[in-house]
């Protein structure tokens, strides 16, 4: 069963820093998309940022970019989100999200369509999110 926890969450002041972690389990951590989400009250769900199984590439959304850094560490199957400069309007509950992106087989692996791109909100598996607010 796939379990994510996410942790790390907080109130800061608006510049300062946090840390987020999503400890993983339950699964092959290194056949998987991973990302990083947020909602803020009464928004959509929003992508910030994703890292691709196929070549570990990452990759953010504007609004993050340059002040965000995800991170994976596949031998301790765990995710980081590091958060500079942070600013109110990213104050969000933040979840992490994974999706298969190959399976094993016989002699090797298939590739599965999420091994395109981890720019996607389809995510088949979230943990429970972790709260961050941000005061000017």
């Known amino acids: 069963e796939v379990q994510l926890v996410e942790s790390g969450g907080g109130l800061v002041q608006a510049g300062g820093s946090l840390r987020l972690t999503c400890a993983a389990s339950?699964?092959?951590?290194?056949?998987?998309?991973i990302a990083w989400f947020r909602q803020a009250p009464g928004n959509e769900r929003e992508w910030v940022s994703c890292?691709?199984?196929?070549?570990?590439?990452?990759y953010y959304s504007e609004s993050v970019k340059g002040r965000f850094t995800i991170s994976v560490d596949i031998d301790k199957n765990t995710v980081a989100l590091q958060l500079n400069n942070l600013k109110p309007e990213d104050t969000a509950v933040y979840y992490c999200?994974?999706?298969?992106?190959?399976?094993?087989?016989?002699?090797?692996?298939?590739?599965?369509?999420?091994?395109?791109?981890?720019?996607?909100?389809?995510?088949?598996?979230w943990g429970q999110g972790t709260q961050v607010t941000v005061s000017s």
């Open positions: 999200a994974v999706v298969r992106a190959r399976v094993a087989i016989p002699g090797g692996f298939r590739t599965l369509a999420p091994d395109y791109t981890c720019i996607s909100y389809s995510y088949e598996n």
């Open positions: 890292r691709s199984r196929s070549d570990a590439s990452t």
């Open positions: 339950g699964f092959p951590f290194e056949d998987y998309n």
